[in-house]
C-alpha cells in the first residue's frame, strides 16, 4: 500500500528511462549497460560510484524492514531533485508503475528485462538465503516460487504479463538469455532505443566493462559493501564465497530442479507464451 500511495502521485518526466523487471532476471547487467550508453562511457565514474547511486531503485525504502527503513534515504525524494534524464530502477509489476505512465501522460522510455522461469528461481533461491535469512530446501522453495509466494513482487509469470500485455508503445523488452548469446547484439538495441549511438571501438569497450569478470572484481558493481552487512545479519550462508553476483550462467536449474517441478515450470511458461507469445 505504501508503494502504491507514494508511486502513484510520482512526477515522470519523458526524458526518464525506467530499467524494469522481476528480480533476479539481469537487472544490474542491464542497468549498468544503460547508464554507460547514457553517460558517454565512463568508466571511470562507473568503478567509483556504486551502481545503487547512479541508477536509483525506485521503490526500495518501501520494500525494506520497518527497522532498517529509518537508516536509508526515501529514493522517490531524491529522484524529484535529480537532472534529467533519470535513469531508474524498479521491480514493480507493470499496473504499479506511476499514474502518468499508465495514463500515458508521460512517455519515459521502459527497458523490461527478463530471464527463464527456473533460472531465475534459482537465484531467487540464493539471493533469500542471502539477504532474507531463508534456511528451506531448494524443492520447498520451489513450489514457494511456483505458487507466486516467493516474497514481494511475485508472482513471476504474472510479473511478466503485465509488461507485455500493457499495450506501451515506448518499450524494449530484453531476454537474459539473448544478452549471453550475443550481448554485442543487445547493446546496439538498447543503443539504438536510447538514441545513444557509438562508435564501434567504444562498444567493444563497453562489452568487455560488461564482461561477468569484471562485475565480480568491481565494488561499485557486485554489491559487495552491502553484502558484506546483509550476510553479517541475516544470512544462512557462510560468510565467505557467496556474493549479489553469484555464477552469471545460462541453465544452472538442472543442478537443482526434480523432473517433476521442471515440467509444472514449463506448463507455465507455455501459459504465458499462450498469453503474450514470449517463449521463456
Request: charged share 25%; aromatic share 14%; hydrophobic share 35%.
Amino acid at each position: 500500500a505504501v508503494v502504491s500511495t507514494q508511486s502513484t502521485g510520482f512526477e515522470v518526466r519523458d526524458d526518464d528511462i525506467w530499467v524494469c523487471s522481476f528480480p533476479k532476471t539481469g537487472t544490474t547487467w542491464t542497468q549498468e549497460m544503460v547508464w554507460c550508453l547514457m553517460n558517454r562511457m565512463d568508466f571511470d565514474i562507473s568503478k567509483k560510484i556504486d551502481l545503487d547511486e547512479r541508477s536509483l531503485f525506485f521503490e526500495f525504502k518501501a520494500i525494506l524492514k520497518e527497522s532498517a527503513a529509518e537508516f536509508h534515504d526515501d529514493k522517490m525524494d531524491r529522484l524529484t531533485v535529480l537532472p534529467s534524464p533519470r535513469i531508474i530502477k524498479t521491480h514493480l509489476p507493470f499496473t504499479m508503475l506511476p499514474d502518468q505512465i499508465l495514463s500515458g501522460a508521460k512517455k519515459p522510455k521502459l527497458v523490461y528485462i527478463t530471464r527463464n522461469s527456473r533460472d531465475t528461481c534459482v537465484s531467487m533461491f540464493h539471493h533469500w538465503k542471502l539477504l532474507e535469512g531463508y534456511t528451506g530446501t531448494f524443492d520447498l522453495w520451489s513450489e514457494i516460487f511456483y505458487n507466486g509466494l516467493s516474497g514481494y513482487y511475485s508472482p513471476f509469470f504474472k510479473h511478466v504479463e503485465t509488461y507485455y500485455n500493457s499495450n506501451y508503445q515506448n518499450i524494449l523488452f530484453l531476454k537474459y538469455e539473448d544478452m549471453k548469446t550475443d550481448l554485442k547484439k543487445v547493446v546496439l538495441k538498447v543503443s539504438s532505443f536510447i538514441e545513444k549511438e557509438y562508435p564501434e571501438d567504444d562498444i567493444d569497450c563497453l562489452l568487455d566493462h560488461l564482461s561477468f569478470k569484471n562485475f565480480l572484481n568491481t565494488p561499485a558493481l557486485n554489491k559487495s559493501k552491502r553484502i558484506k552487512v546483509a550476510v553479517a545479519n541475516n544470512s544462512s550462508h557462510p560468510v565467505e564465497g557467496v556474493g549479489f553476483v553469484r555464477k552469471g550462467i545460462v541453465g544452472d536449474w538442472v543442478n537443482y530442479f526434480t523432473p517433476g517441478m521442471s515440467a509444472k515450470f514449463l506448463e507455465k511458461e507455455e501459459e504465458l507464451f499462450q498469453s503474450t507469445g514470449l517463449r521463456l
